[in-house]
């Protein structure tokens, strides 16, 4: 079965700055994707970023980027220039590639402060 | 705009009470998806529809059903609420990649 660990449950950046959240995975398949998703105080769940596992270029939206390191397991994520809008919850997840029958795995979360 | 919709966003029921929460997607997806948020946890999946009347344990299904009749709408049963079900329970549709959430449920059962 595949999991998904995030090993920072609290991080904090200062504003402009830049940090980078962990997660590493475990799995046995060769093809899935990987996501970070983004949970405000609003809780609205929303997607930040996502990788394709086939892909070697690392995904970047804006001010977001990954490092993902397919043979260790790892899918970071980087935001630069943070701001104050940035303050939330994140969480790591992985799908199994294909249609069908799927599920999201998801992490623990890093809860993420950004200090004026 | 694509739409994942739960009927409260707070909820308080006591214990022993039949419990449904209501998820309704407009983006005719064919994955739906309920987990339940606790600090510590993360998101866990509770169960899974990937078709009309078609459902899948997830990771804790115990204490819990879902009922899915028409293809937009996946309900969460709790058939006896008890005081450890108290938490966030958040409702998914998938797309043929992304996963897209509604606003969660906060329940609180007494």
Known sequence: AQTVTQSQPEMSVQEAETVTLSCTYDTSESDYYLFWYKQPPSRQMILVIRQEAYKQQNATENRFSVNFQKAAKSFSLKISDSQLGDAAMYFCAYRSWGSGTYKYIFGTGTRLKVLA | ?110
């Open chain 2, 1 to 110: 705009d694509v739409k994942v919709t739960q009927s409260s966003r707070y909820l308080v029921k006591r214990t022993g009470e039949k419990v449904f929460l209501e998820c309704v997607q407009d983006m005719d997806h064919e994955n739906m998806f309920w987990y339940r948020q606790d600090p510590g946890l993360g998101l866990r999946l509770i169960y899974f529809s990937y078709d009309v009347k078609m459902k899948e344990k997830g990771d804790i299904p115990e204490g819990y059903s879902v009922s899915r009749e028409k293809k937009e709408r996946f309900s969460l049963i709790l058939e006896s609420a008890s005081t450890n079900q108290t938490s966030m329970y958040l409702c998914a549709s998938s797309s043929y990649v992304e996963a897209f959430f509604g606003q969660g449920t906060r329940l609180t059962v007494v």
